[in-house]
């Protein structure tokens, strides 16, 4: 098990992983789009668990900047995904803790992440490497772009 940076050159694999958690397919040129922004804004920390050489899972971790108190920095992690036929064999877990150590090499106050309602699995293997339930209510409003 090897866990890198995503690269351009392992974004097909990704968008196909991505369509795996999602349900829907990615747009890949826009995806590499995206990835090159973000990759430019140096806050973006993109992670895949390669398995005997393929893409079996990844994780998206985003540092943002705070204004509250001591300012310290807090990460968001987004898009956790190990594939349906090789989960359970600790990637998840490996996953996380790269995520974690790179939120504390920046500082990172703390981390948040959201899970949707009825992924359950998921949730206990959250609340199994630390992260706890808060008494919050979490709101998503989805927007309609205009097309340019």
Do not use: W
């Not at 995503?6 to 349900?23: F, K, N, Q, V, W």
């Not at 922004?37 to 705070?66: P, Q, R, T, W």
């Not at 968001?76 to 349906?84: K, Q, T």
């Not at 996953?95 to 949707?116: Q, T």
């Amino acid at each position: 098990m090897n866990i890198k940076p995503i690269t351009r050159e392992d974004l097909p694999a990704l968008s196909r992983l991505y369509e795996e958690l999602m349900g829907i397919p990615t747009d890949e040129t826009r995806m590499n789009d995206v990835f090159e922004a973000a990759e430019a804004l140096g806050n973006y920390h993109v992670l895949g668990a390669f398995h005997e050489g393929k893409l079996a899972g990844s994780v998206m971790g985003i540092v943002c900047l705070d204004l509250v108190g001591s300012c310290k920095p807090f990460m968001v992690i987004e898009n956790v995904i190990v594939s349906d036929h090789i989960r359970r064999q600790g990637i998840g877990k490996k996953l996380m803790a790269e995520i974690e150590k790179i939120a504390v090499d920046r500082g990172c106050a703390y981390i948040i992440l959201v899970s949707g309602e009825k992924r359950k699995e998921a949730h206990v293997f959250y609340e199994k490497l630390g992260y706890r339930e808060e008494q919050v209510e979490g709101y998503r409003k989805h927007l309609v772009l205009r097309s340019n």
